[in-house]
């Protein structure tokens, strides 16, 4: 499981290399129905996308694939995820990782 806390208190969501190959912003925050992710990446990375619950569990794969430099957006339903505070988690290669806290709000 990866550590919401440990994520969101390093780096302070912004990527930990020192230059900003990715970046993520999402909305509309807190959600209750779907949630527009985009990601923006300075060079094609293998980019992984994931969604953690409070606990630190994975509780979806948003994105798992190559993409090309550029601003990439996409939907995701919140429909089956219950009211609560998560974590959105995108890591591309070689080594940037940002977090954004996601409240979800029925």
Request: glycine share 10%; with cysteine; hydrophobic share 40%.
């Amino acid at each position: 499981p990866y550590d919401a806390a440990a994520g969101v208190g390093t780096g302070g969501g912004r990527p930990v290399t020192r230059r900003a190959i990715l970046s993520l912003s999402l909305g509309p925050n807190p959600s209750g129905e779907t949630v527009c992710l985009a990601v923006v990446l300075s060079r094609a990375s293998h980019t992984v996308v994931r969604l953690y619950d409070v606990a630190g569990h994975e509780t979806a794969v948003l994105a798992d694939r190559m993409y090309s430099a550029g601003r990439h957006e996409f939907d995701f339903s919140l429909a089956d995820l219950p009211s609560g505070v998560y974590f959105v988690r995108a890591s591309a290669q070689p080594g940037a990782d940002v977090v954004r806290r996601l409240v979800v709000l029925r």
